[in-house]
């Protein structure tokens, strides 16, 4: 049953300041949670993408908007 809420970044490398504006360490020490930055319009569709993914065991190929840490909008996608 899907019912994790706790979605902490275990990894960031480097190239997420770039992305996001945050260090990698601003993203793993457990103060953000991975849905902070999706941007609020894109949360469910990502929740259904990783609900679908864990339900059924298959890759996931997806893309949404985040928003940065000085708080612009970007489009990021994602394909595993």
């Known amino acids: 049953m899907y019912r994790r ?7 960031a490398s480097e190239g997420c300041l ?4 945050y260090t990698a360490d601003e993203l793993t020490n457990g103060t953000i949670n ?13 929740k259904d993408i990783i609900k679908k993914t864990i339900d059924v ?8 908007r985040i928003i940065t840490k000085d708080g612009s909008i970007k489009w990021i996608r994602y394909k595993k």
């Open 5 to 11: 809420t706790d979605y902490k970044y275990l990894f």
């Open 18 to 21: 770039t992305l996001t504006g």
């Open 34 to 46: 991975f849905f902070d930055i999706v941007h609020p319009d894109d949360v469910q569709q990502v």
């Open 57 to 64: 065991g298959l890759p996931f190929e997806g893309s949404h």
